[in-house]
């Protein structure tokens, strides 16, 4: 055993971290639960072994997973030995090692790997200059190898391949198979053992023997059948017990005196034949017969608990039925021919991911590019050469005195190898000190593999010999309050078989100092939003409103209560601040609906926003763009673009357009509604909207992928547009990082919009995130809302734990083929012939094995998810709170701490986790009388705990009295105000010469427009909404008129309702604000629309709205150069004998008359380049231009002959 000093009396460790600290030469796994300073400990570990053992800090190889943890590391070695050096200045060794913690082997193991490679890269045949090429480069690399592959083998029709082909693909597409290949490949090289485990993988498929029982995996496919039978006896008990309750007048209910005791025989029958050959038991599952369960009898029965009675019999027979179905539908036979086909299958695809890994590799090595799974591989050649030490590991071994990992329970089979392969090549070996926890084992997509973790420990306990584990259970983070409720929860949900952990003493987690008293605030709260009572007339919205409305007014309270919370650092009290609050979310796509809601309550919100790019709604109309772009033929793109704000097609358009025609495809009917569609205005808006698509598709053959891109931003004006929403800045920014990542893919492939188009569709189908951009920082007073996986390693006083009600992802045990790295890969049996596909037994297996993986994980992110508690801990999710209750009844009773196992082994979502257990708690929940009759268990714990249920349609509402008015808002960027001026002669701002008005503004041009107002930028102080209505400037009212104007349609059949429902559609589409179109004078426009002038446009040949216009101006009559004038008109109408353009004016006017001559001259010049536009179109029709001033109704004309210049 080795020497531990004496633990002094003062010492701030306590009695496991002085033992992790100073423990050495064996092996150590430190099991570290939430907050008990693993880091810290570490970190100590470092500094005592320079300073006692007299190792230099270069002699020790430190590993972890990211590179934010390495540098941290390092500044907490040199801040320790800073410190040290203080203390002992004349000790020998301080300040040597000091100078050595920049080049220590403190790192990420890919930063290990990297320095390995480029130190021996002539080993490897690998060129010094070598760069580690980024997801959008490794996939780009990857489709081209295997598409250069599929067409070699389609062309020599190679048979394995038709076989995975005409299973696998489509009638459209090869992606599936692509996609196959590539997961599969990638799982394979997690494995050290790459080649053996792709050989292996029809291992899954042998039996000798006549019967399925000789499978060698038969015994794991039948254990869940044997848990959940010994589990259902309890049904059948409870249907007996209610039974006897619902017996009246002395009378024998049928069920207790003859139908149970059938029952129990059938049930015993079912268990004693598990132990038997397959087809005894498929034979006795298949003919298994209930009796019919007794009729009710009023004279005799009690209904409500015969009807009881009856549906716990019935959720028995539904059990073994489903088991049947599950695990006994086929013969033997069936089995065999499903494995035969499987096996063939499998052969073919390990023959192609082979081909693929020698072509993948060769294009690399021709590229001079390494992924980040070569670094390990190639590590891992260098250590090891035909099962044996080569020389570069022999010198990296002599140069360590010990190796130590942090959190180690995501390491996966390659890591430890790799550490393996250097700590036992010298002897003794190299003492590993190996740290994690693997309840917080969270990165299981990114093939962490905590069983490596598990088996160690369970090792390290039977044999001291091997290594030594010590369990780090005190916690110096949190309040008892969120570590009774942790323990409560984790003590009922998790254990070996589901949870793969036993959460015993030892996992425990234990108060390690004394902090705040206990009282009610620290109560752990469970929020249930209830929808199940909102009124007929209220709106339907969505969960996550419902959540984030009632979130908002929490903390509102929150902050605004005179609650203190106790910070430990400085020892005093403090009120709550919303920096002292984050939300966790399994994961963000609902993140925008949060900001919006905590707008409305003026709650500053921060997020990382790592959500995917390709999941924000601009991005998805502009991929759809892309889309049909390459290919028009696809509907739902299609529809999505034409609805979108880049061309604004109502949904009523859209089926006016698609029911016009018996057309295959929309792009059909779109064609044919320009040519024979009877509303004039919609056949207007599809021509324009065809010849835009054209011009685009024109361009796609003619001009690159980025030059595409900006023409769309540019000509669709969507980019301006964006910006104009909520959240417009991080919209536009979204846009730019797609257009970086556009040329990214443009500098390594020359394959277009098709290309771009389909590697999108592979990024999504691998699962690769591009993340969103980013704008903003956390470091400010502001509710923080992050992932659990981002909240790993953190702390805030008061966490909210959101989405309880979400159902967990289980895609990972579906579809034609799913892949485990221990079993392998389950595929269907297809016979693409007959058009036959059933589910094998083999996956019925692996995905038994992935959903208690999966139950597992989500239990670990769970207890990550709690322990960043500080102080207090709030779940919330929504919820039929009656429905959800009904669901834990039957659980609820059960008087074991731990909850029955099928029922755990069921669980879909947090809330199956937490409420059955919390509802079994001793304390009286007030709450739940009305929905459940009973009280649960009465599990006597310390832990506290509140239950708040409140109605959904309370919270979908904002109360604006409870906004402080006075508060002070910060400045923003009016967007509206400048993408939008509503100012004289707006359209002729943007001027430009041989460019384009985004690359450039041309400012010479000021003399042409003296005595124009110019726009400016317009800095605003954004005000509640109960504040807006009566103060929106004339800017924001004229914008607001323009805007509906350009989407009113024109008839002279308009009324004051018809007016008011556009303005409201047009709020809904975000094109107006709520504020601003409450200040749109709908009788002015009404009065507009029955005037004479308009009652015109009706007869018109064609109106165009928002044209847009270019024409050449001479700067100065004594230069030759022109300028190239940019504008947009209001309204253009063609008739049969002349030409209209109409100009909208929200001015205000005393008396027109009076002031006809001022306003005429005022709007001189902006009328002058309309008509000098306008007439060189239309050189034959005389040219009206009218100014209509709304406010009285009035206009004033202007012919060409007003602008002659002679």
């Known amino acids: 055993m080795s020497q531990i000093p004496q633990k002094p009396a003062d ?4 009695d496991e971290q002085w033992e992790a600290i100073y423990r050495k030469d064996t092996d150590l796994l430190i099991s570290a639960g939430a907050g008990s300073g693993k880091t810290a400990v570490l970190v100590e570990r470092i500094i005592q072994k320079v300073l006692r053992d007299g190792v230099s800090v270069d002699e020790l190889l430190v590993l972890t997973f990211t590179e934010a943890a390495a540098a941290e590391m390092k500044q907490r070695v040199r801040s320790r030995l800073e410190k040290e050096m203080i203390e002992q200045p004349d000790h020998p060794v301080i300040a040597k090692q000091l100078t050595k913690v920049s080049q220590a082997n403190i790192s990420t193991f890919h930063s290990f790997c990297n320095k390995l490679i480029k130190r021996y890269y002539y080993l490897l045949q690998i060129d010094p200059v070598f760069k580690i090429a980024d997801d959008i480069e490794v996939s780009m690399i990857q489709d081209d190898v295997i598409e250069a592959i599929f067409n070699e083998l389609s062309e020599s029709e190679e048979a394995s391949f038709e076989l995975l082909a005409a299973c696998f693909n489509n009638d459209r597409h090869d992606e599936e198979l692509k996609t196959m290949i590539i997961k599969i490949y990638e799982l394979a090289r997690s494995n050290p053992n790459m080649f053996d485990w792709l050989k292996s993988l029809d291992a899954l498929y042998e039996w000798d023997e006549v019967d399925l029982s000789s499978w060698a995996y038969f015994n794991e496919m039948i254990a869940p059948v044997k848990l959940a039978l010994k589990d259902a006896k309890a049904l059948l008990d409870e249907a007996y017990e209610l039974a006897r309750l619902a017996e009246m007048s002395g009378t024998v209910h049928k069920y207790v005196s003859d139908g149970y005791a059938l ?5 015993e029958r079912l268990i004693e034949t598990l132990n038997g050959s397959y087809e005894d038991i498929r034979q006795a599952f298949a003919f298994v017969k209930f009796e019919t369960f007794p009729r009710f009898n009023k004279n005799l029965y009690d209904r409500e608990q015969h009807d009881l009675s009856k549906d716990k019999r019935d959720a028995y027979k539904e059990l073994v039925s489903g088991l049947q179905k599950k695990y006994f539908l086929y013969s033997t036979d069936t089995h065999r021919q499903h494995f035969a086909k499987s096996k063939e299958l499998l052969q073919a695809l390990v023959s192609l991911i082979s081909r693929f890994h020698d072509d993948f590799s060769a294009m690399k090595l021709e590229k001079q590019v390494l992924d980040f799974s070569d670094l390990e591989w190639n590590t891992l050649t260098l250590l090891v050469q035909d099962d044996k030490p080569t020389d570069v590991a022999i010198e990296i071994a002599q140069s ?8 180690y329970q995501d390491t996966n089979s390659m890591q430890e190898y790799i550490i393996n392969a250097i700590a036992t090549i010298v002897k003794p070996k190299i003492p590993v000190f190996m740290v994690g926890d693997v309840k917080q084992s969270i990165y299981r997509f990114r093939l962490a593999e905590p069983s490596i973790f598990q088996h160690k420990y369970h090792t390290f306990q039977q044999d001291e010999s091997i290594g030594h584990k010590i369990d780090l259970m005190r916690n110096y983070r949190s309040h008892t309050s969120v570590l009774d409720s942790t323990n409560y929860i984790f003590k009922q949900i998790m254990d070996e078989l589901v949870g793969e952990i036993n959460y015993d003493e030892a996992a425990q987690l234990k108060l390690g100092v004394l902090n705040e008293p206990y009282d009610a605030f620290h109560a752990t709260e469970v929020h249930l939003i209830d929808r199940k009572q909102l009124k007929e007339d209220e709106p339907e919205l969505d969960k996550v409103e419902f959540e984030a409305h009632h979130m908002a007014k929490s903390i509102k309270a929150l902050v605004e209560s005179n609650q203190l919370l106790y910070d430990r650092k400085s020892g005093e009290y403090k009120p709550i601040t919303y920096q002292d609050i984050v939300i966790l979310m399994r994961s963000l796509p609902s993140v925008t609906v949060f900001q919006d809601v905590f707008r409305q309550y003026e709650i500053p919100l921060f997020t990382e926003q790592n959500t995917d790019l390709f999941d924000s709604i601009e991005i998805i109309n502009l991929i759809s763009m892309l889309s049909i772009i390459d290919n028009p033929y696809q509907d739902i793109p299609l529809a999505g673009v034409m609805r979108s704000p880049m061309y604004f097609f109502s949904e009523r358009e859209l089926a006016v357009v698609k029911t016009s025609t018996r057309a295959t495809y929309f792009y059909q009917a779109v064609l044919q509604y320009e040519h024979v569609g009877e509303d004039v205005a919609l056949k207007q808006k599809v021509k324009a909207f065809l010849s835009q698509l054209e011009e685009f598709r024109y361009l796609a053959r003619h001009t690159s992928l980025t030059e595409l891109i900006r023409k769309i931003y540019e000509v669709t004006m969507y980019y301006d547009f964006v910006v104009g929403l909520p959240h417009g800045y991080l919209r536009k920014a979204n846009l730019d990082v797609f257009y970086d990542k556009a040329l990214a893919y443009e500098s390594m492939s020359k394959k277009g919009v098709f290309g771009f188009v389909k590697y999108i569709e592979r990024m999504k189908v691998l699962n690769k995130h591009f993340a969103k951009a980013k704008t903003v920082t956390a470091n400010e007073n502001v509710v923080r809302i992050m ?27 579906m579809g034609k083929y799913i892949t485990h790295k221990k079993y392998g890969i389950a595929v269907k049996y297809i016979d693409p012939i007959l058009r036959l596909r059933q589910k094998t037994i083999a996956q019925s297996l692996i995905a038994q094995k992935i959903h208690e993986e999966m139950l597992a994980e989500e239990m670990r992110l769970l207890y990550v998810a709690m322990t960043r508690a500080k102080s207090k801990l709030i779940f919330t999710g929504v919820f039929d709170v009656e429905k959800a209750f009904k669901k834990y009844v039957e659980v609820i009773t059960h008087k074991e701490w731990l909850l029955p196992d099928t029922f755990r082994q069921k669980s879909k979502t947090y809330a199956d986790f937490i409420l059955p257990s919390v509802l079994r708690h001793c304390t009286k929940f007030d709450e739940v009388n009305p929905y459940l ?3 649960g268990a009465l599990l006597f714990d310390e832990s506290q705990w509140k239950i708040k249920i409140v109605q959904a349609f309370e919270e979908a509402h904002l109360n604006l009295e409870e906004i402080e008015i006075e508060q002070k808002l910060a400045p923003s960027v009016d967007l509206n105000a400048i993408f939008n001026p509503s100012y004289d002669f707006a359209p002729l701002v943007d001027i430009k010469a041989k460019q384009s008005v985004s690359e450039r503004k041309v400012d010479e041009t000021t003399e042409l427009f003296k005595g124009i107002p110019k726009p400016t930028e317009t800095v605003v102080y954004d005000r509640p909404s109960f504040m807006k209505a009566k103060q929106n400037s004339g800017t924001e009212v004229g914008t607001a008129v323009h805007n509906f104007m350009q989407h009113l349609p024109v008839s002279t059949q308009h009324t004051l309702e018809t007016l008011t429902s556009l303005r409201d559609e047009l709020v809904q589409k975000e094109i107006l604000s709520k504020e601003i179109s409450e200040a749109l004078d709908l009788k002015n426009i009404l009065a507009f629309t029955q ?6 446009l009706v007869d018109a040949l064609v109106v165009k709205k928002e044209v847009p216009f270019m024409t050449l101006v001479q700067v100065d009559e004594h230069e030759q150069s022109d300028i190239l004038l940019q504008g947009v008109l209001d309204l253009l109408a063609e008739f049969e004998n002349e030409v209209w353009i ?16 001022e306003l005429k001259q005022r709007y001189y010049v902006q009328m002058k380049y309309y008509s000098k536009a306008i007439a060189a179109l239309y050189p034959t029709k005389p040219l009206k231009c009218r100014v209509y001033f709304l406010k009285v109704q009035r206009y004033i004309d202007y012919t060409l002959s007003d602008f002659d210049e002679s």
């Open 11 to 14: 010492a701030q460790w306590n």
């Open 263 to 267: 029952d129990v025989a059938i049930h």
């Open 400 to 407: 360590l005195k010990e190796i130590m990992v942090d959190e």
């Open 787 to 813: 992932s659990i996986h981002k909240s790993k390693g953190l702390e805030f006083p008061i966490v909210f734990v959101a989405h309880i009600h979400k159902q967990f992802n289980e895609s990972d045990e």
């Open 933 to 935: 009759e009973q009280q």
């Open 1091 to 1096: 005037s004479s002038l308009y009652s015109a």
């Open 1142 to 1157: 109409v100009d909208y004016k929200t001015d205000y006017v005393k008396d027109f008359d009076a002031q006809y001559s």
